[in-house]
Structures are given as C-alpha cells and as structure tokens.
C-alpha cells in the first residue's frame, strides 16, 4: 500500500476524532453547565467586589463615626463652658462660638454622610443577599445536572479513546516524513488531504493543471495544491 493510501485512511480516522470531539463540545448539556458555572463565577466575582465596598464602607463608617463624636464632645464642652460663664473676656466668648459652630457643622456633616451611608448599606446588603441567592440557585442546579452529565461524559470518554485508538492502528506504517508533513499542514487546516476531482483540488474547488493528475496518479509523491496547501490524492488505481 501506498504511502499516500495509509495517509488517506488515517486522515478518516483523525477526521472522526476531530467530529466527535466536536460533538463532545457542543453537546447541549455540557452547554448548559459551562453556563452554570460561568453565572456562578461571576455572582462570585460580584460577591467579591461587594465584600471589598462593604469593608471600605466599614472603615469609613468607622472614621466618620470618630469625626462625630469629636465634634460632639467639642460641640458639649463649649456649650457647657458658655453657659456656665466660664469665659472671662469676649475675644474667649467669640472663640468659643467660633469652636461650637464649626463642631455643629462637622457634626451635622458627619451624621448627614452616615444616614447616607445607612442608606446605601441596606441597598448593598438587598443586593448581597440576591446575588448570592442567584449563585446558591445556579450551584444547585449545576450540581444536579452535573450527575447525569458525568455518566454521559463517561460513555462519549470511552467512545472518545476508541476512535482515538482506531486511529493510531491507522498510523502504522506511515513513514514518519509522510507523518510529519501531515502534522504540519493539519496544524494550518484540516482535512489535510484532498482528492483530485474532474482536474479540480476538493479542497478549494480550484482548477489544476492536468498534469497534477498524471503525475501524482500512482505516484506516492506528495504534491501540494498551489492554492490551498492541500496535499493532492489520487486513489492508487484511479485516474
């Protein structure tokens, strides 16, 4: 047998493994799941994110909480100082008025930012809670159909190695040039080979001079197609 016959039979092995590889890909609950898993990732991912504003919010909420009951205390302490006529002269009077205005502007800075904040914190905790709601829901869906997808995927594994073992029996007594070209073209487009077809490449549907046809008929020469890169095959007995 020809080389170029052995190559042609094992490019309909490799052609078989290249479909059902396909199939396997494409099946529609694999489909489903790669669905399911990409939601749960990226409810995940917004989880994440909002952990990390819920902890600079946090941090915030911590340092305004501060700033309030500093003013706070400055904003009594005056008070009380004024009221108990404790200041002597009006330059101390003035100060003090000064001290207790800019604390109660502080203050109502503080608690005016923090009832915002209150705000947006029942807001972010709402949309926590659906996020994860809608990840935990996902989850459980994906881990349900997961159980029958995996029996599934054990039968297309198996039929998967059958064909993959076809097709390495096709590959003995292949010259390993033959084996190597192969590759190499296999790794710019499949299939590799073509038939020569009323003087046209069936690869590309491009018209070739006759004597292509003559010269690889019976030939075991490789012989690529100028337009496409295919290597042209005549069937040994066939012209």
Not at 178 to 192: C, T
Not at 202 to 222: F, H, R, W, Y
Request: with cysteine; net charge neutral; charged share 35%.
């Amino acid at each position: 047998m020809r080389q170029l016959d052995r190559l042609w039979k094992y490019q309909g092995a490799d052609k078989k493994v290249t479909e059902y590889e396909t199939e396997i890909r494409q099946f529609p609950l694999r489909q489903q799941l790669l669905k399911l898993r990409n939601i749960v990732a990226d409810q995940q991912t917004v989880v994440r994110g909002l952990e990390n504003d819920a902890g600079k919010a946090l941090d915030r909420l911590n340092e305004l909480t501060a700033q309030r009951d500093q003013a706070q205390q400055i904003f009594d302490e005056a008070k009380q100082a004024l009221e108990s006529g404790a200041y002597a002269t009006a330059e101390q009077v003035h100060q003090a008025i000064s001290r207790v205005s800019d604390a109660e502007g502080r203050l109502r800075s503080a608690e005016k930012e923090l009832s915002k904040m209150v705000s947006h914190a029942q807001m972010m905790e709402n949309r926590y809670k659906d996020v994860r709601n809608k990840a935990a829901k996902a989850r459980d869906e994906y881990n349900k159909l997961k159980v029958g997808y995996d029996k599934e995927f054990e039968k297309q594994t198996a039929h998967l190695e059958e064909l993959k073992q076809a097709r390495q029996e096709a590959a003995e007594g292949i010259d390993p040039a033959y084996m190597e070209r192969y590759k190499a073209i296999r790794s710019q487009r499949f299939p590799v080979m073509a038939r020569i077809h009323n003087d046209q490449c069936s690869g590309c549907n491009m018209s070739l001079p006759s004597a292509v046809a003559k010269q690889i008929t019976g030939s075991d020469e490789i012989v690529e197609c100028e337009n496409c890169g295919r290597i042209l095959y005549i069937p040994d007995g066939e012209k």
